[in-house]
C-alpha cells in the first residue's frame, strides 16, 4: 500500500506561481511511477503531468508544456509539481497518482492505469 498525500495548492493570482509537493509512505517509492491529475467543479478528472520512476521521462498535456514541471525526488519520496503563469482555466483540485511498476521506466497518462491516489489539493486561480 502506498499513502500520498499532496500540498501546496491555494488561492492566486493569474500569471503566477506555486508549487504542488506530494509526499508518498508505505512501499518503496522509487518502484512507482507518478502522475498528477486535475478535476474541475462539473468536469472529469484530467491528465496534467506524468514521471517515469526513474525521473528520466516526462509527459504534459498540451495546456501544461512550457509552464509546468514534475520532477520527483524519491530519496524525500516525493513528487513535485511546479506550475508558472497560472491561469484562470487551471483552477482545480490537483491529485497525485501512483502506479506501481517492476522494470518499466515509462510514465502513464490514463488515470485508470494509476494503483493509488491522494485526496487532492486545491488550485484556484483568479484572473
Known amino acids: 500500500q502506498v499513502q500520498l498525500v499532496e500540498s501546496g495548492g491555494g488561492l492566486i493570482q493569474a500569471g503566477g506561481s506555486l508549487r504542488l509537493s506530494c509526499t508518498a509512505s508505505?512501499?518503496?517509492?522509487?518502484?512507482?511511477?507518478m502522475g498528477w491529475f486535475r478535476q474541475a467543479p462539473g468536469k472529469e478528472r484530467g491528465f496534467v503531468a506524468a514521471?517515469?520512476?526513474?525521473?528520466?521521462?516526462?509527459y504534459y498535456v498540451d495546456s501544461a508544456k512550457g509552464r509546468f514541471t514534475i520532477s520527483r525526488e524519491n530519496a524525500k519520496n516525493t513528487v513535485y509539481l511546479q506550475m508558472n503563469s497560472l491561469r484562470p482555466e487551471d483552477t482545480a483540485v490537483y491529485y497525485c497518482?501512483?502506479?506501481?511498476?517492476?522494470?518499466?521506466?515509462?510514465?502513464?497518462?490514463?488515470?485508470?492505469?494509476?494503483?493509488?491516489w491522494g485526496q487532492g489539493t486545491q488550485v484556484t486561480v483568479s484572473s
Open positions: 514521471i517515469s520512476w526513474s525521473g528520466g521521462s516526462t
Open positions: 497518482a501512483a502506479k506501481s511498476v517492476s522494470l518499466s521506466d515509462s510514465y502513464y497518462g490514463s488515470p485508470d492505469e494509476y494503483d493509488y
Open positions: 508505505g512501499r518503496t517509492f522509487g518502484r512507482y511511477a
